[in-house]
């Protein structure tokens, strides 16, 4: 599954879409302390947001600021009517508060669907802001015409990033999914009862060619770096038994940032009155 040429072409629609606006949407980043591949993330997705025609602000703080530093950067984004969306990258520096800070979030700029007023629309089947890589993963499936009303589903992994959030767009579609992760017992046979198999857990290599369905698709998530280069959390020789697979990399990676895109210009629409926000 090329999620290259697919991000491109949901770039390119998102370009259009914000030549219809009367004003370019807003997105603002936090990012907080100096994780190299923070910096690297937050980088592509200012080039892909300016490309796009998004107003996209930079906003850098050191690793030795305080929490309530922090959040007196949000509520001024919050308060700022030029700002659409916000998206602060996490993880934050040890020590801070992630939650606080992502509850201090205005939701309806809270362009990454983290806070709880996001999720649980999602988990109520309303969604509002969904992260971006689930958006991205069901974007690829629908792409490749994968039929998931009926499917057996498994998700490897629970993060509040991808796995869960995920899942509850699988169960909206009507496939039935199981969520697995490090505790689940016999994961190798869930795996291989896959229809449609995500995983998304940070662990090299964790699915083996053989834990794949034949004809399964496989959704590989995991970008881990090793010393013959950057593989994913399912051996690449699944690709012989696997339907469709993502590769790693080009798959996922470029969808997380094409959706980032299209969920800019959707918070821009929430807060314009041109789509029908709920009230908080």
Partial sequence: MDGRALG????????????????????????????????????????????????????????????????????????????DAILVQVPLPAGMDENRVIRALEPIKDVDGFHPFNAGQLYLGEPTHVPATPLGIVALLDEYDVELEGASAVVIGRSEIVGKPVAHLLLLRNATVTICHSRTKDLAERARAADVLVVATGRAGLVGAD????????????????????????????????????????GVGPMTIAMLLRSTVRAARYRRGLLAYPQV
């Fill in 8 to 83: 491109e072409r949901i770039r390119a629609e998102v370009a259009e879409e914000v030549k219809g606006l009367e004003r370019a949407p807003g997105l603002a980043t936090v990012l907080v302390g100096d994780d190299p591949a923070s910096d690297i993330y937050i980088r592509n997705k200012h080039k892909a947001a300016r490309e796009a025609g998004i107003d996209a602000r930079d906003h850098r703080l050191s690793k030795d600021v305080s929490e309530e530093d922090v959040l007196g950067l949000v509520e001024e984004l919050n308060e700022n009517d030029e700002i």
């Fill in 211 to 250: 834990e794949v369905k034949e004809g399964a698709a496989v959704i590989d998530v995991g970008i881990n770096r090793t010393d013959t280069g950057i593989i994913g959390d399912v051996d690449p020789a699944a690709a012989d038994r696997a339907g469709l697979i993502t590769p790693v990399p080009g």
